[in-house]
């Protein structure tokens, strides 16, 4: 069995990760950290894993997290990851880092985008951008794991099979996403707060949000030119789920099947990618808990605008269940490991 830590493991990501890999055939969890919960165990953070880890909860310390484990997931906030993921590499460690903190090729983007200097510039050259349908053969000999955001998971699996044909007539991409509020991690806030968020919907960093230059930059990797897009996130009063709307501008003149047929052929093969027939609409309910990016396409003739709609749950394709897909390539287990569950309904 893979010994495995994850650092982090008290917040929203952390218990994902923590419930999928209790049921992995390959791991076993034998340190999980939280500087506020430490010395309580994991059935007391999280009631749902009760039955399922004998641990108790301890303060992030490399020696701690690194001495037993072989491989660690980081699930911290942006800006707290670089040290310890440092760290843990120097020690030998495979990583996957659910943060943003090693996404972003340029240091100089993101210290644009996060404020702050990258802390460690030679780490971040190493590290791999983890969206496995895009990046798989890499993610294979990595030792560190960039885990994709949320909101550029869904945009990219959406998106990409219209740049790879060369559908997309280079003209600004629009993408409109809504995320449920678990997006925003565990801690409480205002914004989130139950009375503040139930029965409401609003937009926020429209235009400004960190996700898009992450998103920037794995489509222009993809097209070998820069493409730009207008992405504006909206919050939703749900826990899971996140749907983005993606409007592509086209000069293409066929049919919608056909579109819907390149789509089946981009994503053959992809355990986790399931392309929808023309005519249906992707749900974030039929996501919910399970591993799947759900894909629904639509030709707007009249506007030369192919529509997508793309919806993953957040924490789990978009955090933890690609986190895991990660460790299973880079461990060399079957790809669905511990992974192949379909939703929950309703
Ligand atoms: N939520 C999502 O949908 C989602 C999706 C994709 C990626 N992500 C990214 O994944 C990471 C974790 O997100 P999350 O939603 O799980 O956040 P979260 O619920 O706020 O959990 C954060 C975790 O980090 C720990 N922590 C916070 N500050 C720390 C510090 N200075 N030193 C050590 N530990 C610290 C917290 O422990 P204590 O508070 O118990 O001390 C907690 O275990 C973030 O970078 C986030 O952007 C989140």
Redesign the pocket.
């Known amino acids: 069995m893979l010994k495995v830590a994850v ?9 994902e990760l923590l419930r999928i890999l209790a049921l992995h055939p390959y791991v076993k969890v034998v340190a999980v ?6 010395g309580r165990s994991v059935a007391q953070v999280f009631p749902n894993l009760t039955g399922f880890y004998d641990l108790i ?1 301890q303060p ?1 310390s490399p020696e701690i997290a690194g001495a037993d484990a072989e491989f660690i997931f980081t ?4 800006g ?2 670089v040290a310890p993921v440092a760290e843990f590499v120097k020690m030998g460690k495979m990583v996957v880092d ?3 903190d090693f996404r972003l090729k340029d240091p100089l983007a993101y210290e644009e985008w996060y404020g702050v200097k990258h802390a460690d510039k030679d780490l971040l050259q190493n590290a791999v951008y983890g969206l496995p349908e895009i990046y798989r053969s890499r993610i294979k000999g990595a030792a560190l794991i960039a ?1 994709p ?2 909101y550029p998971t869904a945009s990219i699996l959406g998106i990409t099979p219209i740049i790879r044909n060369r559908l997309h007539n280079g003209e600004r991409i629009i993408i409109d996403a809504k ?1 449920a509020i ?6 409480p806030a205002l914004s989130w707060h139950f009375p503040e968020a139930h029965e409401g919907m609003e937009a926020y960093k429209p235009g400004t949000h960190r996700h898009i230059p992450e998103i920037e930059q794995v489509l222009s990797d993809i097209a070998g030119s820069t493409i730009t897009t207008c992405f504006v996130p909206h919050l939703v009063p749900a826990n899971r789920g996140l749907l983005s709307t993606i409007y592509v501008p086209t000069d293409y003149s066929g049919e919608a099947g056909d579109i819907i047929e390149l789509y089946k052929e981009s994503y053959h093969g992809e355990p986790f990618v399931r392309v929808l027939d023309a005519g249906r609409q992707p749900n974030i309910r039929n996501v919910k808990g399970a591993n799947f990016c759900d894909i629904g396409i639509t030709l707007d003739k009249r506007n030369g605008c192919i529509i997508v709609t793309s919806v993953i749950d ?2 789990v394709k ?2 933890a269940g690609t986190a895991i897909q990660n460790m299973n390539i880079m461990m060399g287990f079957e790809e669905t490991a511990g992974l192949m569950q379909p939703g929950l309904f309703p």
């Not at 650092?7 to 952390?14: K, M, P």
């Not at 950290?33 to 430490?38: F, L």
């Not at 678990?182 to 801690?187: E, H, K, M, T």
């Open positions: 650092v982090g493991a008290s917040g929203y990501t952390g218990g950290t939280s500087e506020k919960s430490s909860l992030l699930a911290l906030p942006h707290t990851s659910l943060s943003a885990n955001g949320c995320s678990s997006g925003a991690g565990r801690s957040n924490l978009g955090a």
